[in-house]
DNA sequence: AACAAGCGGTGAAACGATTCAATTCCACAA
DNA sequence: TTGTGGAATTGAATCGTTTCACCGCTTGTT
């Protein structure tokens, strides 16, 4: 079979004791030794079990990352940033797409558990979840990723989603907009509930009008399926802001084919940022998240949570978004 | 800490045998005792230990996937695929980006190994490696995603390049371009070697010339920067394909600020028609591959040789890309 | 010369499951 | 009563690490 401790020890001619310390406590080894080890090492290409290891250690180093989908390039962005942070950290990661599905967190939150993992980076499809207690009485570390917490007892990483809310009517606002279209998912997704908070906060105060239309995933497809909705309106909005920006494709798309111009007839605003609406038709004013900064983020403080988890003090970071202006929004005629 | 196998062994009365056998093997426990240490086992809670079961039995339900970069849209669709097929096999996926560093590369192949994986799924970043046959002396099943093998001694799912570097030129010069400019990446990248081939036997026989733009990193910045070198060619292409479309959205770009007309001054071919493809300031045309079916197949492919490494019949699967046309290719005038 | 301190290194005891040869149990036949 | 065979159960060995008490050896101090 493979070779193991014992065998690196009998071809160096030392203990198996010595040949552990060289791989976890160099410095304790002399440099003759350590050499001499480690070149045996080299040979044999020698690579430890990771489970005998874990089995006496009582530790794996292995983390979980729950996001409701991968392929959605805002989180492809975090999922990056986890991954880079992890792995210079020398932790592997298990991906997992929860689709916005309880059971399917739920199911992959077991696998994770089977898996031992150290600790779990999640993004809740659903606000309320007691799954979470389960895991931290087996002694895995949960941090929340892209949600807030008012609960001071557990890690979370988040952007500022009232803000974004805020931000996005303000910028509309002040080009002249006062009848916006709110096209977002369900209220169920924390994101969006805290965004639509912000939105209608922001809209009182500029005076604006809100029409609310809902979609129930948010991908681009949706986004297209919505402008129907949007021209079926009372009042045809002078400014549409999307719950993010694959909604806000679709939105383009639908209205380019309606006919409509952008941002003459109509101003475009999406959420996230994402690196394509640079290149979009009519490239897309955008609020920005640090995606990938929000995944190093996380991951560091969940690992460092791990390893030092007597004296870890939990900490709550909320990074702020911000408006990127670019070609689909303008002054209202 | 956590109840193990002797505690509830002691509390039921019965040896770690027998709790180990109800476990794993009831039919050989009484139908009295099965009962009564299952009871026992629900009291205390216990979950066995994954740690100590793996390194007993040999095996985990765990796989690695590698791949140069999650955050290109082909990628992030084949690893959705990849997760999706795992996940309904009950296996968890270790993700990796290695960012076509055959440094990187290494450093996560022995991570993956310490983590006792039980296949891998790579797309190679260099055409000759040989860590691979290190991993199949260790048992570990490794299957070639997007990347085609001679070597019968494998699986290997892919997409035929050579074929779509042709469908491209056919599909440019039928339009009656005869300048024709390939931008693409290193040719130690399988694909993009794979794809010049095609490229360069379809040209030969429509009588097209060539002209080859060399990129580091086939992202969209390095397109933008392509642009100049396009311009300063002796004579301008009427036409330029793309080695991917994360490529041509820059080279778009980069054309769009030059002040030239997309499809009217120069047509624009991408490949791999990532979801954005729509959405591009012009639509981009481009060659479709089947990601999410790649990521899939390859999964099942995989999973199936793991389980039955015995009579497992390796298969090279490749599906054949498909051209799709958009608004970005046109009549050379 | 005697002793302490420090460094390198050793080897056996965990860790918590699985496995399997050995043992006990029990019913039934001779 | 003894013998037999099969089913149920046992418990020690094993997997490949980490950890830790302990042992020699060298060096320095008094």
Known sequence: MSTNLRDVARQAGVSVGTVSNVLNRPDVVSPKTLERVQKTIADLGFVPNG??????????RTIGLVVPDVANPFFTEVARGVEDAASKRDYAVFLCNSDESLEKENK????????????????????????????????????????????????????????????????????????????TGPETIPQVADRTVGVMRAAKIAKVEISTVRVALMNSAQGTDAVKKILALKKMPSAIFCGNDLLAFGVMRGLLDAGKKIPEDVSLLGYDDIAFGNSAAVPLSSISQPAYQLGVTAAELLISECEESEDHAHQQIKFQPQLVVRASTTKKK
Do not use: M
Request: glycine share 6%; hydrophobic share 35%.
């Open 51 to 60: 489970f005998a290891r874990q089995l006496r250690s009582g530790y794996s």
């Open 108 to 183: 992959y939150l077991s696998v994770l558990i089977q898996q031992q993992v150290r600790g779990v980076l999640i993004t809740p499809s659903d606000s309320k979840s007691h799954q979470y207690e389960n895991l931290r009485e087996r002694g895995i570390s949960v941090a929340l990723l892209d949600t807030e917490t008012k609960n001071s007892s557990q890690c979370s990483v988040s952007v500022d989603d009232v803000r974004g809310g805020e931000l996005a009517i303000e910028h509309l606002a002040s080009l002249g907009h006062k009848e916006i279209a709110w096209v």
